[in-house]
Nanobody
Framework: QVQLAESGGGLVQAGGSLSLSCAAS????????MGWFRQAPGKDREFVAH????????RYTDSVKGRFTISRDNAKNMVYLQMNGLKPEDTAVYYC?????????????????WGQGTQVTVSS
């Protein structure tokens, strides 16, 4: 079992930055690939980024490439999402998710554990 807790969301102006964190419980964090997803009001949950267990392989949805960076620290049971150049269309609740697999996935249905989410609002 893994429990996840996101933090770092908030209100920021367009062009600004936020750093999201996701703290994971348990001693086996390093065996889980991690992902970030987001859901805007009235829209489906959307893949943002994922990272493999080693932290060396990452993938991003096209709309955030070059602006967002996912990383992890297995010693601290943490995964991060650094968001720069934020746009109003990035406004959403952001969720971190854990998958019991070495590799991440852009498909949210394969993730085993989810956090409660953190709100990110970008004003124009």
């Amino acid at each position: 079992q893994v429990q996840l807790a996101e933090s770092g969301g908030g209100l920021v102006q367009a062009g600004g930055s936020l750093s999201l964190s996701c703290a994971a419980s348990g001693r086996t964090f390093s065996i889980y690939a991690m992902g970030w997803f987001r859901q805007a009001p009235g829209k489906d949950r959307e893949f943002v980024a994922h990272i493999d267990v080693s932290g060396r392989r990452t993938r991003y949805t096209d709309s955030v490439k070059g602006r967002f960076t996912i990383s992890r620290d297995n010693a601290k049971n943490m995964v991060y999402l650094q968001m720069n150049g934020l746009k109003p269309e990035d406004t959403a609740v952001y969720y971190c998710a854990a998958r019991l697999d070495p590799l991440g996935s852009s498909d949210f249905v394969v993730y085993d554990f989810w956090g409660q989410g953190t709100q990110v609002t970008v004003s124009s």
